[in-house]
């Protein structure tokens, strides 16, 4: 996986400890709310990631099949 789906990853965990850790409901629900933003960006990380990965290897089939068929 990416850095960046890594990176996601642990600052939504990070943000889970400090709801955990959070005295103040409003605090909680905060920490909560950016802990949901992390893991969105990090999906949206590993999917582009995917998808990247997909294309570089539908190009390289295609890439490969073309002097054969010249």
Known sequence: MSTHHEFYLE???????????????NVRE??????????EMAARAARTERMRAETEARKAVEAAAAPATA
Not at 11 to 25: G, I, K, T, V, Y
Not at 30 to 39: G, Q, S, T
């Open 11 to 25: 600052r939504a965990a990070a943000a889970r400890r400090d709801a955990e850790e959070a005295s103040l409901s």
């Open 30 to 39: 905060r920490c909560l709310r950016a802990a949901a933003a992390w893991d």
